[in-house]
């Protein structure tokens, strides 16, 4: 099908990791799903999930730097295999627990084990694959990231939240031990290799770590705090909006949740086409994902009239996605040549996640308090700042490395 050995490797690898981390956002992405079950069943409390969700999102952040630096170090058929195998674990125990801290403690490891996914897996395909065939391979599993939100939607509304727990436990196992087998034959022909870079300047981390500076680490770090909060925090808590804030009822919550994460799935591809069009300048990109983003959180805020607010905040969603999309498919691939790809995507990882567990308490408290509406205000205020971020700073280093390596 493919007649270039490189592509056809670059598509093989790119669909293998896909495909593994969709099951990772399968899990990840169970709790937000079924939360309108639990808290119906009168078992769990809005706020206990979200103290939940928050330290869920806590594992996940300290392990993203933890085996973000690891995973340089460690072949990524390990990593990978045994993540997806120890969630799997983890998360299948979830529903059997019923102490309070024990339920909080399984959940937040279910995030650690995940965390051993993406650093090493954006590591090995900038390594092993050219660059603008790293950036379709990460373009793949971005939307994977996104898909996996429907699909736990899916299964949330046609089985009962202890099976989808189970469900998506028993995927995160099929997919580590074909992860596992997948990776040693890949290695053993030679398609995949390690230590697959060139570093321009030294072989001391120091250097690399100054390089990172060089190319705006710290305007992508407040990139990926703005992007995670509403990626990871807004959809989690997006169907108990639908079912308190507008009315539905808990059935219909879900299936208008798997819908619209259905939609938003296509922010990833939307993303790079844009900025494909605008001559890769992901300055100009990131401004008008931002600035989308803010009006649409807005619209949401102006209109009561249900199917107008869904409207206006899969439109929020979906341009924060694109933005995030230029952080994980274009900026994480093209630090190939520091050779601590899986260190500094476990860092930035780190950071979003850090703003998501912060964000999730916060949010689950401030709905009372301040209502869903003022809620609103607050995530379009988040994108207005990215706006300001992109206009102050602009990474326009960053942009220059892009049109070099084409």
């Not at 969700?53 to 952040?61: E, G, H, I």
């Not at 988040?382 to 990474?395: I, K, R, S």
Request: net charge positive; hydrophobic share 50%; aromatic share 14%.
């Amino acid at each position: 099908m493919f007649k270039n050995e490189k592509v056809r490797n670059a598509v093989f690898l790119g669909v293998l990791c896909s495909v593994s981390y969709l099951a990772v956002y399968i899990a990840r992405n169970v709790l937000g799903a079924v939360t309108p079950q639990m808290i119906a069943s009168g078992g769990y409390t809005k706020e206990f999930i979200g103290s939940v969700s928050s330290v869920y999102f806590v594992f996940y952040a300290v392990g993203q730097l933890i085996n973000g630096a690891i995973g340089d170090k460690i072949k990524a058929r390990n990593m990978i295999s045994f993540g997806l195998i120890l969630a799997g674990i983890c998360n299948f125990t979830f529903p059997i627990l019923k102490n309070e801290l024990s339920i909080q403690f399984i959940y937040g490891m279910t995030g650690f084990f995940l965390s051993m996914i993406y650093g090493p897996m954006t590591k090995v395909v900038a390594e092993n694959t050219e660059p603008h065939h790293a950036t379709r391979c990460s373009l793949g599993y971005t939307f994977a990231s996104f898909f996996g939100s429907p699909m736990a939607g899916m299964l949330a509304s046609v089985m009962a939240w202890t099976t989808v727990f189970r469900v998506s436990s028993i995927v995160l196992w099929v997919m580590g031990a074909v992860c596992f087998v997948t990776f040693l034959l890949l290695e053993k022909r030679g398609i995949v290799k390690y230590g697959q870079y060139d570093r321009k300047k030294g072989d001391k981390r120091e250097g690399a770590i100054k390089e990172l500076f060089k190319r705006d680490i710290v305007v992508f770090t407040l990139i990926s705090l703005l992007t995670g909060v509403i990626r990871t925090t807004v959809i989690f808590w997006l169907p108990t909006y639908l079912a308190e804030y507008l009315k539905f009822p808990e059935s219909e919550a879900t299936s208008i949740f798997s819908i619209c994460t259905l939609l938003i799935c296509g922010s990833a591809f939307v993303s790079i086409f844009t900025y494909e069009r605008l001559k890769r300048n992901m300055e100009l990109t990131l401004l008008l994902m931002f600035t989308i983003s803010t009006a649409s959180f807005l619209g949401a805020y102006l209109v009561d009239f249900k199917t107008v607010n869904i409207v206006f905040m899969v439109m929020a969603i979906f341009f924060n996605n694109c933005a995030a999309t230029m952080l994980w498919s274009v900026y994480c691939p093209s630090l190939k040549d520091t050779g601590i790809v899986s260190g500094a995507t476990g860092f930035l990882d780190f950071m979003s996640y850090m703003a998501a567990a912060a964000s999730s308490t916060i949010f689950a408290n401030s709905v009372s308090a301040i209502g869903w509406g003022n809620l609103i205000l607050v995530w379009a205020g988040l994108m207005l700042v990215g706006v300001a971020t992109v206009l102050t700073f602009g990474p326009k280093r960053i942009f220059r490395k892009a049109e070099s390596s084409k």
